[in-house]
Every structure is written in structure tokens, then in C-alpha cells.
Nanobody, 127 residues
């Protein structure tokens, strides 16, 4: 059974940093691209960052480029999102997601390409 569990969210001030973690189990983590999505109240879920199954080729939404860093530890079966210089617009529930295809050449940002999701972790950034 695939399980994804996020942690690390919280309430911070603008300009602060947070590091989100996603612990994965129930599948061969090293064979799948992974991604972070977020959803703010009243908005659709949006792609934040993705990374290839091998842990390279990170991709980012324009809104977070230069501030967020995604990484993947295929030994510890964990996905991370380092978020620096946070802004109030970054406030949302953050979800980690597993690609539905093994060893995809590069991660695709559409939510339909992911078949497993964590329960989410709340990030709130005050101004």
C-alpha cells in the first residue's frame, strides 16, 4: 500500500524559511518521479516543484524559482522541499505526490500524472 506522509509545515513570517519532508512507503521510491503541489483556499491545486526518479532534473513553478529547492533521497525514501524567503502568497496546504509511471524521462507538472498523494501539511506565511 502506497503511503506518503508530509511534515514540516507551520506558521512563519514573510522572509522566513521552512523545510517540508515527505516520507514514502509501499513502493520502490527510487523508480518514481515525485513532486510537491499546493492548494490555497478557493484555488485549484497547483504544481510547485518536481524531480526525476533519479533525484536530478528539478523543475519549479515560476512563482517559486530561486526560493524553493526540491530534493529526493532514494536511500531514505524521502522527498524534501526547502522553502526560503517565504511570501504570504505561499500560504497553502502542501502535498507530496508520486508519479503514476516508473522512470519517466522527466517529471510532468500536471496533477493527472500523479496517482498517490499525502494528506498535506499546512504552511501559513504572515506579512
Amino acid at each position: 500500500q502506497v503511503q506518503l506522509m508530509e511534515s514540516g509545515g507551520g506558521l512563519v513570517q514573510a522572509g522566513d524559511s521552512l523545510r517540508l519532508s515527505c516520507s514514502a512507503s509501499g513502493f520502490t521510491f527510487g523508480l518514481y518521479a515525485m513532486a510537491w503541489f499546493r492548494q490555497a483556499p478557493g484555488k485549484e491545486r497547483e504544481f510547485v516543484a518536481g524531480i526525476k526518479w533519479s533525484g536530478i532534473m528539478p523543475q519549479y513553478a515560476e512563482s517559486v524559482k530561486g526560493r524553493f529547492t526540491i530534493s529526493k533521497d532514494n536511500v531514505k525514501n524521502a522527498l524534501f522541499l526547502q522553502m526560503d524567503n517565504l511570501k504570504p502568497d505561499d500560504s497553502a496546504v502542501y502535498y507530496c505526490a508520486k508519479d503514476r509511471s516508473q522512470q519517466r524521462p522527466f517529471p510532468l507538472p500536471q496533477a493527472s500524472n500523479f496517482d498517490a498523494w499525502g494528506q498535506g501539511t499546512q504552511v501559513t506565511v504572515s506579512s
